[in-house]
């Protein structure tokens, strides 16, 4: 579910999101990444896809603020609609979800969970789970993926 997001950020040059994501909360909860390629690529000699495009990347926790990033970031005749939330939604699942926001999964469910993806490794981390210790103890770094 998550394969075309790892292509398209490495793209732009974004090789963790756990590096992405103090820019974002630095910056009212989003990153606007200029494309690193924008000349025709003499090495493999083709014009690269997002050529002159900036990608807007949004924390889904400040998704009250969408509207006024993509606006101020596009323009002013974008108009974003927020969803309802899963509660919402489903009010049947309020306290199960709670529940799950909640958990602390052990080394063993995030491993499990997982299932040695970097990418999904790294959604982990930016939620504080643990997902491998280094030698002295402390949480493993972030994932440095290569570039394409």
């Given at each position: 579910?998550?394969r075309p997001l790892p292509k398209l950020l490495?793209?732009?040059?974004?090789?963790?999101?756990?590096?992405?994501?103090?820019?974002?909360?630095?910056?009212?909860?989003?990153?606007?990444?200029?494309?690193?390629?924008?000349?025709?690529?003499?090495?493999?000699?083709?014009?690269?896809?997002?050529?002159?495009?900036?990608?807007?990347?949004?924390?889904?926790?400040?998704?009250?603020?969408?509207?006024?990033?993509?606006?101020?970031?596009?323009?002013?005749?974008?108009?974003?609609?927020?969803?309802?939330?899963?509660?919402?939604?489903?009010?049947?699942?309020?306290?199960?979800?709670?529940?799950?926001?909640e958990h602390t999964f052990t080394l063993e469910?995030?491993?499990?969970?997982?299932?040695?993806?970097?990418?999904?490794?790294?959604?982990?981390?930016?939620?504080?789970?643990?997902?491998?210790?280094?030698?002295?103890?402390?949480?493993?770094?972030?994932?440095?993926?290569?570039?394409?």
């Amino acid at each position: 579910p998550f394969r075309p997001l790892p292509k398209l950020l490495r793209e732009f040059g974004i090789l963790s999101l756990v590096d992405a994501f103090p820019k974002m909360n630095s910056n009212g909860g989003y990153v606007k990444e200029p494309y690193p390629y924008n000349e025709y690529d003499q090495d493999t000699q083709r014009t690269r896809p997002f050529r002159y495009c900036d990608l807007i990347f949004l924390k889904l926790e400040d998704a009250t603020n969408w509207n006024a990033i993509l606006q101020k970031e596009i323009g002013q005749d974008v108009v974003y609609f927020s969803n309802l939330s899963r509660e919402d939604r489903c009010p049947v699942i309020t306290e199960h979800y709670k529940l799950l926001k909640e958990h602390t999964f052990t080394l063993e469910e995030t491993k499990a969970l997982t299932m040695g993806n970097p990418w999904m490794e790294d959604y982990f981390r930016l939620y504080g789970h643990n997902v491998g210790d280094t030698s002295n103890g402390e949480l493993s770094p972030p994932t440095q993926l290569k570039k394409d």
